[in-house]
């Protein structure tokens, strides 16, 4: 794949796109008929490499209550013991917040979720990174159009804004990297005529607390709603980077790619994929959109139906 350009004409592949998602909107609202969805989480132990091929149907689900949906899960580990922060959405209520739970190094929830981090506004995507020694977590907050890392002051249940890196913003899924002695930031921008699903920026900056990040000279240096959108940790892999991505064509979060990124620099951006993982409708999974690792767990996300009538939305 090539440096996309950064031009404001949709070209024949984006409108074909376009044309593709309205039918399988009519698709989706025929399937959903009486229905709602809910996602989930799957969690359990996988080696390293298991990353380049995930494997869903080897997980373990974790199903919250029928009231609420699980989603965006991202691991951590203190000591001993495992903790997945993710997206709650309570139905009924205006947005989601961050919540966190224990789980066993088996995938095996040990505590009931809580909610950690709470906010005004809709709140997913609890990307979480160490610098200097401090816990960090950048959740997606596009809602209220501001990029900013809380720090840990109580782990996992009290954070602190910390530093406000972008405001003014619509943005999703912000996801950072230290790479080459730079921290380089990856999200999906909603303005003008890009969209969440389909245009991923890059910028750069020295410090991941940076209020001044330097756009790539090639953003969006992916357009295509097959792969744009961040799903989960960037990660090295035999000395290469590795970034999931979402599917959002048939269904947002569909499916999950994993792509090689062959270039990343100040001057260059290139990713090739390398895998999708799909849901199994057989099994009754409807999506896959996010993956997490770390120290030999593995956690995903996926979606189910229910039915509308025990839901209260």
């Avoid at 596009?142 to 913003?169: D, S, V």
Wanted: net charge positive.
């Amino acid at each position: 794949m090539s440096p996309a350009k950064s031009s404001f004409i949709p070209t024949p592949g984006l409108a074909c796109d376009w044309f593709q998602r309205r039918r399988y909107r009519r698709i989706q609202a025929q399937e959903e008929k009486g229905a709602a969805h809910q996602w989930f989480l799957l969690c359990g132990p996988a080696a390293p490499e298991a990353r380049l091929k995930p494997e869903p149907g080897r997980l373990r689900q974790i199903l919250p209550p029928e009231d609420r949906a699980w989603a965006d899960p991202f691991l951590w580990k203190r000591g001993d013991d495992f903790y997945i922060f993710c997206e709650e959405w309570v139905f009924g209520q205006p947005h989601a917040h961050i919540a966190a739970f224990k789980v066993s190094a088996g995938g095996q929830p040990m505590s009931e979720s809580v909610p950690v981090l709470k906010e005004s506004y809709h709140l997913s995507y609890p990307f979480l990174f160490e610098h200097e020694g401090a816990l960090y977590m950048l959740p997606e907050a596009g809602a209220g159009r501001t990029l900013a890392a809380y720090q840990c002051e109580e782990f996992p249940h009290r954070w602190r804004k910390r530093a406000l890196l972008m405001q003014n913003i619509r943005f999703a899924d912000a996801t950072l990297i230290e790479h080459q002695e730079k921290w380089w930031l990856f999200m999906t921008l909603n303005r003008r005529l890009f969209a969440l699903n389909r245009d991923l920026f890059v910028f750069w900056a020295e410090s991941p607390l940076a209020q001044n990040w330097r756009p790539h000279p090639h953003n969006p240096v992916v357009r295509d709603i097959q792969s744009a959108r961040p799903a989960g940790s960037i990660f090295e892999l035999g000395g290469k980077l590795y970034r999931p991505s979402q599917n959002c064509l048939i269904r947002y979060g569909y499916s999950l790619r994993i792509n090689e990124i062959l270039r990343l620099d100040t001057q260059g951006y290139q990713e090739v994929p390398v895998t999708e993982v799909r849901p199994d409708a057989a099994s009754g999974l409807r999506a896959h959109h996010h993956l997490d690792w770390r120290d030999g767990l593995m956690v995903m996300d996926s979606q189910r139906l229910l039915s509308a009538s025990g839901v209260n939305r």
